[in-house]
T-cell receptor, first 114, second 112 residues
């Protein structure tokens, strides 16, 4: 299957700082990428849809000024968690759609805010 | 009502058993359907797509019933390595956005 690389795989940061997570499609071009968040023992929840060259579409209840998404190229989308707080600690996963609409996931980023 | 509902389990079965998971979805405009597998603390991985005619891949069989808005996954001859959470995933076609909606997952534990 297609390869999606997410970096970093884990990060610990201090409360109030910002963290950037990268999602790259390595062997295909992805006009659409998605960012999900998963709390322990819960389902993946869609945060936003990232479209290359345009603004991201955020799901209801997700603060766009807190979770900044940039999809500057067909192979890279970034999620920046600004002014992180302990309640933002979670598992963040990106996925990218191939041209035939199969979704492949990055390895996920485990964020811990202390 | 959740968009995609699954029995959370856990299903504890012995090796060699046959186990079936069910999933219902609420949006009749949904266009495509998948089963993903997620191991603990890992990303989901596509197990198989689900078609109206049903499809089989080795020990795994997936069925879709559009009239009842119901999807199933059957695993035959369970292996220890099948232990994971199985996610029912539906493509939301109604908004024009190609976003996948995940069920909460069904946990399978295959025991020796």
């Amino acid at each position: 299957g297609a390869v999606v690389s997410q970096h970093p795989s884990w990060v610990i940061c201090k409360s109030g700082t910002s963290v950037k997570i990268e999602c790259r499609s390595l062997d295909f071009q992805a006009t659409t990428m998605f960012w999900y968040r998963q709390f322990p023992k819960q389902s993946l929840m869609l945060m936003a849809t990232s479209n290359e060259g345009s603004k991201a579409t955020y799901e209801q209840g997700v603060e766009k000024d807190k979770f900044l998404i940039n999809h500057a190229s067909l192979t890279l989308s970034t999620l920046t968690v600004t002014s992180a707080h302990p309640e933002d600690s979670s598992f963040y996963i990106c996925s990218a759609l191939t041209p035939n609409t199969e979704a492949f996931f990055g390895q996920g980023t485990r964020l811990t805010v202390v | 009502r959740k968009e995609v509902e699954q029995d959370p389990g856990p299903f504890n079965v012995p090796e060699g058993a046959t186990v079936a998971f069910n999933c219902t979805y609420s949006n009749s405009a949904s266009q495509s359907f998948f089963w993903y597998r997620q191991d603990c603390r890992k990303e989901p991985k596509l197990l198989m797509s689900v078609y109206s005619s049903g499809n089989e891949d080795g020990r795994f069989t997936a069925q879709l019933n559009r009239a009842s808005q119901y999807i199933s996954l059957l695993i035959r001859d369970s292996k220890l390595s099948d232990s994971a959470t199985y996610l029912c995933v539906v493509n939301r076609g109604d908004t024009g956005r190609r976003a996948l909606t995940f069920g909460s997952g069904t946990r399978l534990q295959v025991q020796p």
